[in-house]
């Protein structure tokens, strides 16, 4: 087919809209949080204890650090998905749930408590964190790597590896609910690390599927 | 160059208001510059230029199907050249090579440097071939034919918004046919 054909036949379809990107990521989280939620009701569930958790800020602080992370990576992973738009803006809202990190670790080590620092950082979750973390993202990051192949990702691994570290903030909201460990002193080490391996994963997948 | 870009914005903003006539000249405009610049960059990269053609299709159905992620208060030529660069780098690697595309090659603009080469079959039209059947007739018809979107939907008895939908789907097809190779 000659060049001029096709471009006849490309502006003959001109009339197809496509949907925004972050229309389609809104629509993938509607189908994919509630799977990830059943996944953790029938998984893990809520601590019994939840309501008197409530009256402890730390255990507020886990919720606001990861709905802070995911809320950064939402915005840079949509910024990305268009070429040749800045990122850098936008990349400074990380600041947030890594000052909010900081406090808390700061005000934990600060303040006298019962049990020793190196204990609240081992917690007794650890591997729960590790192992229900990245579940719990699987289906978000599955969904989120299909909405984004609506986008054009230039730096596919970088796309796919700010998938996931929405898909997995979006997680460890769900998770934080269960976790006994309110330290941030175990944030700071489990959490990461279990959002840091599905970002590892969000990249190696992202690299493969999010190229155009 | 800095009126063409202009005028590149401007059209293509135009055509996401529906205005298919100057969609057709936005895309008229840019191809000689994406021809140049590809022939540009396989040359660099040690590769037969007479590959540029199936590039340059590649690019303006890339541009095509991802037009949506534009920004309309950007200027266009640099989502334009992203894209390109994206799909002049993939080509390159399916031919096997590794190559590091110049971001020059697609920054300077030298509109109507080539007059287009008649060519054999291109990778589009092989492709043509392994749609489904109602999608292959009406790109066939439309593409290849040049039979307008009304009388192909006559031709084929089909409603005209079938057709739309099956050209669409057509070209989105080709698009992840020419990425897998």
New interface residues.
């Given amino acids: ?21 972050g229309w389609m990521l809104a629509l993938a989280m509607v189908f994919a949080v509630p799977v990830s939620s059943a996944i953790f009701m029938m998984r893990l569930g809520p601590r019994a204890d939840i309501s008197q958790a409530m009256s402890n800020p730390f255990f507020e602080l886990k919720f606001v650090i990861v709905i802070a992370l995911a809320i950064a990576a939402t915005a840079v992973v949509l910024r990305l ?5 800045p990122v850098g803006r936008w990349s400074w809202l990380f600041v947030i749930p890594a000052a909010l990190l900081g406090i808390g670790v700061a005000t934990d080590l600060l303040i006298p408590q019962q049990s020793s620092w190196s204990s609240r950082m081992i917690g007794s979750n650890s591997m729960i964190c590790l192992s229900a973390i990245p579940l719990l993202s699987a289906p978000l990051l599955f969904a989120a790597l299909a909405a984004l192949r609506h ?2 990702a ?1 730096r596919p691994a970088l796309s796919g590896a700010f998938a996931g570290l929405l898909s997995a903030g979006l997680a460890a909201v769900l998770y934080a609910s269960h976790c006994f460990d309110d330290s941030p002193l175990f944030v700071a080490t489990w959490y990461s690390l279990a959002i840091g391996v599905v970002t590892a994963i969000g990249a190696l997948v992202g690299s493969r599927v999010l ?2 | 160059m800095r009126g063409g870009e202009t005028e590149w914005t401007g059209l293509m903003r135009s055509a996401n208001a529906g205005d298919s006539v100057a969609y057709h000249r936005l895309l008229r405009a840019i191809t000689p510059v994406l021809r140049a610049a590809t022939r540009r960059g396989l040359a660099r990269a040690g590769q037969p230029v007479d590959q540029a053609e199936d590039v340059v299709q590649d690019i303006l159905i890339a541009v095509h199907l991802k037009r949506h992620t534009w920004d309309a208060n950007a200027p266009f030529a640099p989502w334009l050249f992203a894209i390109a660069r994206n799909k002049l780098i993939d080509a390159l690697r399916r031919r096997g090579r590794r190559v590091f595309v110049n971001i020059d090659d697609f920054t300077e603009i030298l509109p109507g440097e080539q007059p287009e080469d008649t060519l054999p079959p291109s990778e589009v039209a092989s492709h043509l071939e392994k749609l489904p059947a109602r999608q292959r007739d009406v790109l066939q018809s439309i593409a290849v034919e040049s039979v307008s979107i009304k009388d192909t939907a006559k031709k084929l008895s089909m409603t005209e918004g079938a057709v739309r939908v099956a050209l669409h789907r057509g070209l989105s097809n080709l698009a992840g046919k020419l990425g897998k190779e």
């Fill in positions: 087919m000659d060049t001029d054909r096709l471009i006849r036949t490309l502006a003959a379809d001109n009339d197809y809209r496509a949907r925004s990107v998905s268009r070429p040749a738009a986008g054009a230039t190229r155009f």
